[in-house]
């Protein structure tokens, strides 16, 4: 029998059950972050319709000055960034417990 007195709780866990729950950790941040594109992709949505159907048909009567979407842009490219890279995490954790 195995002693883990003395050992922290990650620690003292078997190989196979902290691998499970680093695992479910970086799911959870993955998640997180599909719900975070998924805000700044609403917010990135226009609020008016028909704004867009004018400008679309040439009203000159629209001027649009946005200032927010290149950060919201810049924002969801790193989150996508970061998807990838936990995405990749992932997938070498679960071939390195085979």
Do not use: K, W
Request: hydrophobic letters at 45%; charged letters at 20%; a negative charge.
């Amino acid at each position: 029998m195995l002693n883990y007195a003395g050992t922290p709780p990650l620690a003292a866990m078997a190989e196979t059950d902290s691998r499970q729950l680093i695992a479910a950790e970086l799911r959870s941040l993955i998640a997180r972050i599909e719900i975070s594109l998924r805000l700044i992709d609403a917010a990135m949505e226009p609020d008016d319709d028909s704004a867009i159907l004018s400008a679309v048909l040439g009203s000159t009567e629209i001027v649009v000055l946005d200032d927010v979407t290149p950060r919201y842009a810049t924002a969801s490219a790193a989150l996508n960034a970061c998807r990838a890279e936990l995405g990749h995490a992932l997938q070498e954790l679960s071939e390195s417990g085979t």
